[in-house]
């Protein structure tokens, strides 16, 4: 899979949105970009994933670029809870099991 | 609400004793991960099962640890002996492969081992 490049960390006010940006210049053209998040002493969750498309549900956005080497995950409105590490993961998929590798992901902060 | 269930939470064990932990997939799943965490290395991959085979288990020491499914509702990872460095937080997650959603892996809360 595909080596992901994030800042370490990011601060954001609450109510704000929070933009955090992913380099992924190594990927190729059957991995997707994946993103999940860990709130302290938590497992893991998944927010969101994408191809080539834009993609957007409950939790975010993720803006993908046209020739696909960056993304970029948008919490539209950040609240205190969202203050967690977000990993950008790239993964093959392949329509069997894929395994999910983490980076060291970026350390938002969101303050009042 | 399903959920991927992890026993114990915490565990504390001496030095060379065995340790076992379990983990309940989501009824369905037929992808299992384990993940070790630790504030140097982070989140590393140990293993990794699909339909209660393993697919992959080359991030974990052969020597001591073990990973099993003895059947869909249940996984456990082995450690024996287990050693000092071996205290992190052991994740363990579930899905499905195919589209959508249902690739996701779903991860339980944890079990922090210490090992003294």
């Known amino acids: 899979d595909a080596k992901t490049t994030q800042p370490t960390s990011m601060d954001c006010a609450e109510g704000r949105a929070a933009n955090l940006p992913c380099n992924h210049s190594?990927?190729?053209?059957?991995?997707?970009v994946y993103w999940y998040r860990q709130i302290h002493s938590q497992g893991p969750q998944y927010i969101i994933h994408?191809?080539?498309n834009n993609e957007t549900n409950e939790m975010a956005s993720l803006i993908i670029t046209e020739d696909r080497k960056s993304s970029t995950l948008i919490l539209p409105h950040a609240t205190l809870r969202d203050t967690a590490v977000y990993y950008c993961?790239?993964?093959?998929?392949?329509?069997?099991?894929?395994?999910?590798?983490f980076g060291t992901g970026t350390r938002l902060q969101v303050t009042l | 609400d399903a959920r991927v269930t992890q026993t114990p939470r915490d565990k504390v064990t001496e030095m060379g004793q065995e340790v076992t932990m379990r983990c309940q997939p989501i009824?369905?799943?037929?992808?299992v991960f384990w993940y070790r965490q630790t504030m140097m290395q982070g989140l590393e991959l140990l293993a990794y099962?699909?339909?209660?085979?393993?697919?992959?288990d080359s991030g974990m020491p052969k020597d001591r640890f073990s990973a099993e499914m003895p059947d869909a509702t249940l996984a456990t990872l082995k450690i024996q002996p287990s050693e000092p460095r071996d205290s992190a937080v052991y994740f363990c997650?579930?899905?499905?492969?195919?589209?959508?959603?249902?690739?996701?892996?779903?991860f339980g809360q944890g079990t922090r081992l210490t090992v003294v």
């Open positions: 997650a579930s899905g499905t492969p195919g589209g959508g959603v249902n690739t996701e892996a779903f």
């Open positions: 190594t990927i190729s053209g059957n991995e997707y």
């Open positions: 994408g191809l080539k």
């Open positions: 993961i790239v993964r093959t998929y392949t329509g069997t099991a894929s395994k999910l590798t």
């Open positions: 009824l369905g799943h037929n992808t």
């Open positions: 099962f699909r339909n209660r085979a393993p697919l992959d």
